[in-house]
Structures are given as structure tokens and as C-alpha cells.
């Protein structure tokens, strides 16, 4: 059973194709990592599983239920709000540049949607927080305000952030690409922490280490399309695509 | 000094009269500002271009202006409003445009990013914007918002227009009368108090913000 299924995706900003059909099915459990060079589409890719921006044509499933499917004319349909936002609920993202609502404290970042959203009693949710705040190694910041927090630190409280939520499925867009190089680290393990615990996640990335070391399947990007697909070993080390070996010996020479 | 003492009761009533306008102008334009900033960004677009022209309009042209049209115009037509609401009803509708610019462009000032994490947290839009976007927007539009309250204590003189006696029309009142510019100073220096104390409190309430950055 898959737990999330893309099939086909188009999608055009203006009269840019950014998405010519790109497909996915996502297994319980698995860390699927998408790689590719700027412009190649999978952030765009990456938003559209989770409805921050709507495709042109395709078909999303999460958790069997459909989200959009094309239409009798061929163009996207998309289920009712309601239905959207339940689907949603089984999702978690983290951005490139954190997103902490800089207003309020670790801890109440943390409470906010459990507690409006899902209608968690306070204590439970400040309970839940402090246990997520702990496993990701920052149970002493809790009454901080992100402005205080390195930008490890801050990215490591939006992942706990996305965790309070209970979501089936993790979606990560470039988790690393805004910090210096001496706190990317700290972001990468948390991160592998839960992919031991079995967490399903779709991790756009350009750490190739990560990639190669943490997933279970890997997919390169360029121009729109999926080029190249298979394990780490096979699309990392072994790279059929001349595409795919072009772009990784750019961005391993830069290292 | 006996004469300055002299003046003090109908400085006072004067007084009274501008502190009226004052916070009533504030109370209701407010929050006035506030729902007309969030319509101006409304995906309604009747309601949109409603709200540009309305800010066009009242920011367009002269309060003194407005003044008169509320008393005056509305008169030619049938409609015989009391001066104090009239003078009330300009401002409140003046100010309300300002303060609208002010909240649309601290709502615009607000990172895509916060919308998108609530978003993908579930809120839903109200949930979102009372939560999350006007708490920051507050922190932001302080600054600006003091600048216009401290333009509203200066501003109320503007009444004398509709011959309501406030501070500074009684104070023209007695140097005419008393062939001396002593009132003139006195009002100057309540004025001074005024919006030092507009200035004091804003400095205060922006402190209150700076927990977060």
C-alpha cells in the first residue's frame, strides 16, 4: 500500500513548464531524497504533493484518497477544501528557511496547531512538545524565541514543529540549504534519527552524502522530469544517465 | 502669570473638546484602519477597488475639506448632521484611510513563509491571520501608527472650521480679545504635553514588543 502516489504531474508557471510529468509512489516507510540541480522542478514538485502550489494535470493520492485527478477535459480537479485539509493533515513540511512564527516561543510553536488545530488540551500538547523538543536535542530552549536560536537550532524546532502533528508522511524542501556548513550537521542527524525510526520522507536535498547514506531510493531531477531513479548506490555511485553524471561531479568537485 | 491663570478654565474646556475628538477619532478608526487594510488585500475584487477608492478618495483630498463636506455639503442635501458629529465623522473616515495604507503594508511586509507554514499546519486563513500574520503586523506598524497619532493631536485644530471651540480656537479667541499672543503660547505648550505623552507611550508600547525580532 503507498502511501502517497503522484502520477503524471504537469505544471506551468505562466508559460514555463516547470513539471512535464513526473510520477512517484511513495511506500510506507521509505526516504525517498530527490536531487538536481537549481530550476529542475523538485521543490515545485515537493509543493504540489502538499498543495502549496496546485498542478495543471496529474494525480495525487495520499493514503488512497484522492486529492486531484484530471478531470473529463483533461485539466486537474481538486477534491473539496474540507477533504484537502484532512489529506493535508497527514503531512508534514519543513522549508529551506525555517518559517518559525518569530512572535512566539519554541514551546508555543510547537502547541499552536495541535492545540487550534486538533484541539489538544494545553498541558497535553506542552507535554508533546517538551518530549519532541528533547529528541531533537533542545529540551533547554524551550521558552526561547527563535531570533535566539542558531539556524540549526531553529530548523531542528521546525521539524519537531511539523512532528507535533502526528504526520504520516515528512516532507523536507532543501533543509539545509540556508545554514552554514558547521550547523548543517546537527540538521542531517535529527533527520536520520527519524528515518531510523521508519518515518516515511521526501527530502529535496542537495546533500549528496545524505542522500547516498539515508535513502532507501533516490530520484534526480532535471528540466521537469524524473532522469534517473533507483537506490542510492545505483543513482549516486553509479550513475547511468549522462545527465545524472554531469551534475555529480559538479556538485562533488565543489566540495 | 495672574492672566495665564485667567486663561486656564477655558483652555481647559478647550481642551476637553480636542481630547474628545481626539480618542473618539481614535477608537473608531482603529479598528476601522485595520478591517480596511485586511479588505484592501481582500480576493473579493469589488471590495478591493472599493477600498483603493475610498483610500484615494479621503487621503486625495483636504481634511479641512472633508470638514466642510460633512457639515456643509451634507446640508445642500437635506442632511443636517450636529457640527460635532460631522467633525467626528470626517475624521474618523480620514484617519480610517491612513491607518488602512498603514496595516495593508504591514500585512504586505509579512514573509509568504509564514503564511505557507501556517497553512501547512492546518489553520485555516482566520486562524492564520489573527494568530500569526496581525500579531507581527502590530510590532510593524507601531512606528508609522505613532507618526499618524501624533499628526491627529495637531490635526483636531482643524475643527475650529465647524466653530467648535477646541484648544486652539479658544486660545485665537483670547489673543484677539486680550490683544496678546500669551494664549497662543499656552496652546503650544498643551499641544506639547499632548504629543509628548503620544510619543512617551508609543516608545513605551514599542518596548513591549521587543521580546521578539
Known amino acids: ?255 | 502669570m495672574d492672566y495665564i491663570l485667567m486663561l486656564l478654565p477655558s483652555m481647559f474646556s478647550g481642551l476637553t473638546v480636542t481630547l474628545k475628538l481626539f480618542f473618539l477619532t481614535l477608537i473608531a478608526a482603529l479598528p476601522l484602519g485595520m478591517l480596511m487594510g485586511i479588505a484592501r488585500l481582500s480576493r473579493i475584487k469589488p471590495l478591493k477597488w472599493f477600498m483603493e477608492f475610498y483610500v484615494w478618495l479621503f487621503r486625495g483630498t483636504p481634511l479641512l475639506l472633508q470638514l466642510l463636506f460633512m457639515y456643509f455639503g451634507l446640508m445642500t442635501i437635506g442632511l443636517r448632521l450636529e457640527r460635532e458629529i460631522a467633525a467626528y465623522l470626517a475624521f474618523v473616515l480620514n484617519y480610517a484611510a491612513y491607518l488602512a495604507e498603514i496595516f495593508r503594508s504591514g500585512i504586505q511586509s509579512i514573509p509568504q513563509g509564514q503564511y505557507e507554514a501556517a497553512d501547512v499546519l492546518g489553520l485555516n486563513r482566520i486562524q492564520t491571520m489573527k494568530n500569526i500574520i496581525l500579531p507581527q503586523v502590530i510590532k510593524r506598524v507601531l512606528p508609522p501608527i505613532g507618526n499618524e497619532v501624533i499628526n491627529l493631536v495637531k490635526d483636531t485644530a482643524l475643527i475650529y472650521i465647524l466653530a467648535i471651540s477646541e484648544l486652539s480656537r479658544v486660545a485665537r479667541t483670547h489673543v484677539m480679545r486680550d490683544g496678546t499672543f500669551v494664549p497662543f503660547i499656552v496652546a503650544a505648550i498643551f499641544y506639547l504635553i499632548m504629543t509628548g505623552a503620544v510619543q512617551q507611550f508609543f516608545k513605551w508600547l514599542e518596548s513591549k514588543f521587543d521580546y521578539y525580532r
Open chain 1, 1 to 255: 500500500m503507498f502511501v502517497l502516489q503522484a502520477h503524471d504531474i504537469y505544471k506551468k508557471f505562466g508559460s514555463l513548464e516547470v513539471l512535464k510529468g513526473v510520477s512517484l509512489q511513495v511506500q510506507k516507510g521509505e526516504v525517498i531524497a530527490i536531487i538536481g540541480p537549481s530550476g529542475s522542478g523538485k521543490s515545485t514538485f515537493l509543493r504540489c504533493l502538499n498543495y502549496l502550489e496546485t498542478i495543471d494535470k496529474g494525480k495525487i493520492e495520499i493514503n488512497g484518497e484522492i486529492m486531484v485527478s484530471n478531470g473529463p477535459n483533461g485539466h486537474a480537479v481538486y477534491s473539496s477544501d474540507r477533504e484537502i485539509s484532512k489529506m493535508r493533515r497527514s503531512m508534514g513540511m519543513v522549508f529551506q528557511n525555517f518559517n518559525l512564527f518569530p512572535h512566539k516561543s519554541v514551546l508555543e510553536n510547537l502547541t499552536m496547531a495541535p492545540i487550534m488545530v486538533k484541539q489538544m488540551d494545553r498541558s497535553e500538547a506542552e507535554d508533546k512538545a517538551r518530549e519532541l523538543l528533547n529528541k531533537v536535542g533542545l529540551a533547554q530552549k524551550v521558552n526561547n524565541y527563535p531570533f535566539e536560536l542558531s539556524g540549526g537550532q531553529q530548523q531542528r524546532v521546525a521539524i519537531a514543529r511539523a512532528l507535533a502533528m502526528e504526520p504520516d508522511i515528512m516532507c523536507f524542501d532543501e533543509p539545509t540549504s540556508a545554514l552554514d556548513p558547521e550547523l548543517t550537521g546537527e540538521v542531517l542527524q535529527v533527520m536520520k534519527d527519524l528515518a531510523l525510526e521508519d518515518m516515511t520522507m521526501i527530502v529535496v536535498t542537495h546533500e549528496i552524502g545524505f542522500a547516498r547514506e539515508v535513502a532507501d531510493r533516490v530520484l534526480f531531477m532535471d528540466d521537469g522530469l524524473i532522469v534517473e531513479e533507483g537506490t542510492a548506490e545505483e543513482v549516486i555511485v553509479h550513475p547511468r544517465e549522462e545527465r545524472t553524471q554531469a551534475f555529480l561531479s559538479k556538485v562533488l568537485m565543489a566540495r
